[in-house]
């Protein structure tokens, strides 16, 4: 069975999906991708007249996906983030050229907004880090003119970025695993290409302090960077849903999609320990553009290809020689969005055009 393409069409994934599961008994429907799973958690009350969706609904949903929502609760309970500037319009920028220290960071305020049901997704790249006005406003009237919201001005934040991964019940914490980042694509801070189990006390807390006045009920990614300059976790980000190192925490000890799966099933869930030091690595095409970026832009590269040549100790997201079948999906999955970059439905860091 298909179902239409929700980059396409909400509407239409959404009613596809409800006639496969008038087809049979579906106990739940799961999803790793927000373009996926924003749907079901905003159609979750219609959809459970015919089976589970294992994600909260979307009045709690929502305090992630729109940042604004998300940073507005963590100052409000004393969880340390970067300065933010909260605009409605272009014209506010100006209210705020004398408090600005550079590089700055513009951040949409959604990475994905359905607009006309199709949806726009931006993603932070190279271009939204910014050390001027000029870029400042030119970046902020290209978000505003996409998605008819300003995004978030924020302070660059620099030092090692981290992620606590959790799985609550009505906010309160029944698993819980911790990464740091080792490569990021783009390089100046992006999606994590490698990574490795660790523990840090420091960031328990903060993580924990947000689901709970969320009330999740859940998985949830919360994404920190360690300020170099003051030690302390500063707020990235909350994915509120299945996030992209998942395989680390899997290969580390803690199966977060069949915990999730007990949650929803009303079973007990233990709280489980998880390896620390266990690496994980998206290689295609993720670190393969963390390198090829790298050895562009950075001058040690020798020791860049040393860090990429080095293959022992580590686990693969996709890669598997006993279960090739995703590897092949993830070439389909590249050569699909490639085709759609010529098309122009797409740019070269997979944001999605407004063309139709």
């Not at 049979?24 to 009350?45: D, H, N, Q, W």
Request: charged share 25%; net charge negative; glycine share 6%.
């Amino acid at each position: 069975m298909t179902y239409a393409d929700p980059q396409e069409s909400r509407e239409r994934f959404i009613n596809d999906l409800q006639d496969i599961l008038s087809t049979r008994e579906y106990e739940m429907v799961f999803a790793s991708r927000e373009v996926t799973t924003i749907p079901l958690s905003y159609y979750k009350s219609e959809l459970e007249t015919k089976t589970t969706i294992p994600f909260p609904e979307w009045d709690v949903m929502e305090q992630t996906v729109d940042k604004s929502q998300t940073f507005t609760i963590a100052d409000k309970i004393g969880v340390p983030t970067p300065t933010t500037h909260i605009l409605a319009e272009p014209g506010e920028l100006n209210d705020i050229v004398d408090q600005l220290e550079y590089p700055q960071v513009v951040k949409p305020q959604s990475k994905t907004t359905w607009v006309d049901d199709r949806p726009q997704m931006m993603k932070v790249t190279d271009e939204n880090y910014v050390n001027s006005f000029t870029e400042l406003e030119r970046i902020s009237e290209k978000i505003y003119d996409r998605t008819g919201h300003m995004p978030l001005i924020q302070e660059y934040i620099p030092g090692e970025g981290y992620g606590v991964e959790l799985l609550c019940e009505n906010g309160d914490s029944k698993a819980q695993f911790m990464h740091r980042r080792l490569r990021e694509y783009p390089i100046t801070g992006g999606a994590s290409t490698y990574r490795e189990s660790i523990y840090n006390s420091k960031l328990e807390k903060p993580a924990a302090d947000l689901l709970k006045a969320m009330n999740w009920t859940g998985v949830a990614m919360v994404e920190f960077r360690l300020d170099e300059r003051d030690g302390l976790p500063k707020l990235m980000e909350i994915n509120g849903r299945f996030w992209g190192s998942l395989p680390l925490a899997v290969a580390a000890g803690i199966e977060f999609p069949y915990l999730l799966y007990q949650l929803y099933r009303g079973d007990s869930v233990q709280e489980t320990e998880y390896d620390v030091g266990v690496r994980s690595r998206w290689l295609f095409p993720g670190d393969l553009l963390w390198f090829a970026s790298s050895l562009k832009k950075r001058s040690n590269r020798l020791n860049i290809i040393r860090q990429f040549a080095t293959i022992r100790n580590q686990h693969y997201d996709i890669l598997s020689a006993s279960d090739p079948l995703p590897l092949l999906g993830a070439v389909r999955n590249i050569l699909h969005q490639g085709y759609d970059v010529i098309t122009g439905k797409r740019n070269l860091s997979g944001e999605t055009t407004n063309q139709k």
